[in-house]
């Protein structure tokens, strides 16, 4: 039995030839259809079973691999070190391209950070909360931009990347600006990329598209998890967040415009799942069938 995965490359390639036989006719290029897309390797946020985590962390990651799942980001390593979390994804074929760390670590123990995402097999470092103090005011933010870049470049010193994840408060606006403008302004777009939730903008009230097409390039990352629409404004996240595929976000429209975003990693999230598990289960088996 042939693998899928060649029968689609050879699809693609038969495709792809085609298209060119017909520049070749003399054939406008908008006009020649491409064969859609498929994610080649689906990622899963552990945040997700962290849970099952604080038991077995071994035992877990042995399940996210056993489901399909190739890439894990990690939020914690639950009091292993670094090298035997390394030995546990190598022995399950899995590999870690990026984890989160604290905003706190940037100015106390980024040295450690660094050499644990070596360690581990990380290319992105991810920030993913900002402590509210540091943003009250926008002036606040543009001090959280500054000390983003620094993290950056420390990364960028080090041959990692860093990156920023965002939640719905910065697109609440403060000052008469939405504070993700400000901090995306503030930082060096050479030294700090972005991990896009796709679940907290869309909350937020924002079209990833937008931003997609204003800092093209600059996600290389981005969560996937999917929501209801908001019945009203004050609805709490956790009443609306399902499994990707459950929801109203149009996941095509987006994925349509992972070339322009950057996207290189996709990683399944949801942040209360009834069941982890199934959640991680039903949202990979959504996507290993999406076309786009």
């Given at each position: 039995m042939r693998d899928a995965g060649c029968v689609m490359d050879r699809r693609d390639f038969v495709a792809r030839l085609s298209a060119a036989a017909?520049?070749?006719?003399?054939?406008?290029?908008?006009?020649?259809?491409?064969?859609?897309?498929?994610?080649?390797?689906?990622?899963?946020?552990?945040?997700?079973?962290?849970?099952?985590?604080?038991?077995?962390?071994?035992?877990?990651?042995?399940?996210?691999?056993?489901?399909?799942?190739?890439?894990?980001?990690?939020?914690g390593y639950f009091n292993h070190p670094p090298a035997e979390i390394r030995a546990m994804i190598d022995r399950h074929g899995l590999?870690?391209?990026?984890?989160?760390?604290?905003?706190?670590?940037?100015?106390?123990?980024?040295?450690?950070?660094?050499?644990?995402?070596?360690?581990?097999?990380?290319?992105?470092?991810?920030?993913?909360?900002?402590?509210?103090?540091?943003?009250?005011?926008?002036?606040?933010?543009?001090?959280?931009?500054?000390?983003?870049?620094?993290?950056?470049?420390?990364?960028?010193?080090?041959?990692?990347?860093?990156?920023?994840?965002?939640?719905?408060?910065?697109?609440?606006?403060?000052?008469?600006?939405?504070?993700?403008?400000?901090?995306?302004?503030a930082t060096d777009p050479a030294l700090v990329k972005l991990e896009m939730d796709l679940f907290w903008i869309t909350f937020g009230g924002q079209d990833p598209l937008a931003y997609f097409a204003k800092y093209p390039g600059r996600f290389p990352l981005v969560h996937v998890k999917d929501m209801t629409a908001k019945p009203r404004?004050?609805?709490?996240?956790?009443?609306?967040?399902?499994?990707?595929?459950?929801?109203?976000?149009?996941?095509?429209r987006i994925f349509a415009r992972s070339e322009q975003a950057g996207i290189r990693h996709y990683f399944v999230e949801h942040d209360s799942p009834g069941d982890a598990l199934a959640s991680s289960r039903a949202s990979y088996e959504y996507l290993k069938r999406l076309e786009f």
């Open positions: 017909l520049v070749a006719a003399g054939v406008d290029p908008s006009r020649i259809p491409h064969p859609p897309s498929r994610i080649e390797k689906i990622g899963l946020e552990l945040y997700t079973v962290r849970d099952l985590m604080k038991n077995d962390v071994e035992g877990t990651l042995a399940k996210v691999a056993a489901i399909g799942y190739r890439e894990v980001e990690f939020a590999t870690a391209p990026a984890g989160h760390v604290a905003f706190e670590a940037i100015a106390q123990g980024w040295e450690q950070v660094i050499d644990a995402a070596h360690t581990v097999g990380n290319r992105y470092v991810v920030v993913a909360w900002i402590p509210e103090p540091q943003r009250r005011d926008l002036d606040g933010w543009k001090r959280v931009g500054e000390t983003l870049t620094r993290a950056g470049e420390a990364c960028h010193n080090a041959g990692l990347t860093f990156a920023f994840h965002n939640h719905s408060y910065e697109f609440v606006p403060l000052g008469g600006q939405l504070p993700y403008d400000v901090l995306l302004t404004p004050d609805i709490p996240a956790d009443s609306v967040m399902r499994d990707v595929g459950k929801g109203s976000i149009d996941w095509k």
